[in-house]
């Protein structure tokens, strides 16, 4: 009875979270006693509500409404896993900055993110994630998105006057993004600002 109280507390947190989150052991402690929740876990694996992904490392598996089959986890799930996991923040770089902001096609093999938390090597399934740490001061921009773009535009520098990118996220950015944008401004290096400026200034 203890077992399947276990187990409802365990779903109802991950159901809130929705189909597709990736989430480790330790973030349901709360459910009950550590052995108990590690075993609650492996009955929900064992059934199929949840699939093991890694040591202690679970996936609620999102579902392909054409073909009825369950989807992998994303990277960008795995990557938010682990920042909780270690307490710290992350943002996306390079490649996969500009790809996530629409700014590029390409897709990289390897996902890039800085950190305030420990550097780090992942691989879950098809995915190779590398976390690396640098200053307070490259983690000082407060917005997720500001942050994002930040990154994007050092990987797109030799193409900083180009106005398709401007363009861009002008049109794709909400409203509150480039509120923060401009707060975050003052971050900004001095050859980034014009850009960042052209953004959320629809005048220039």
């Known amino acids: 009875m203890i077992s399947k109280t276990i187990e409802k507390k365990i779903m109802e947190k991950v159901v809130r979270r929705g189909r597709g989150t990736v989430f480790f052991g330790t973030e349901f ?3 009950g006693h550590p052995d108990a929740v590690r075993q609650a876990l492996s009955r929900l694996a064992r059934t199929g509500t949840i699939r093991r992904i890694g040591t202690a490392f679970y996936h609620y598996p999102a579902i392909n409404n054409k073909l009825g089959g369950e989807l992998p986890p994303s990277a960008d799930a795995v990557a938010q896993a682990v920042a909780r996991r270690t307490g710290s923040r992350i943002v996306a770089t390079g490649a996969l900055a ?3 902001l629409g700014l590029s096609t390409q897709v990289p093999a390897k996902r890039a993110y ?3 938390g420990p550097s780090r090597s992942i691989t879950v399934g098809s995915y190779s994630l590398n976390f ?3 200053s307070p001061r490259r ?3 407060s917005g997720e998105i500001s942050a ?3 990154e994007a535009l050092r990987y797109l520098k030799r193409d ?3 106005e398709e990118i401007v363009r861009r996220l002008r049109q794709t950015l ?3 993004a480039k509120a923060q944008l401009c707060q975050d401004l003052r971050h900004a290096t001095l050859w980034m600002r014009p850009v960042i400026e052209r953004i959320i200034n629809k005048d220039r």
């Open 139 to 141: 983690m000082a921009v």
């Open 114 to 116: 800085l950190t305030n």
């Open 132 to 134: 690396r740490h640098v």
């Open 174 to 176: 909400p409203s509150d």
């Open 98 to 100: 500009a790809n996530l």
């Open 160 to 162: 900083n006057s180009n």
């Open 29 to 31: 402690l709360d459910a």
């Open 148 to 150: 994002m773009v930040f």
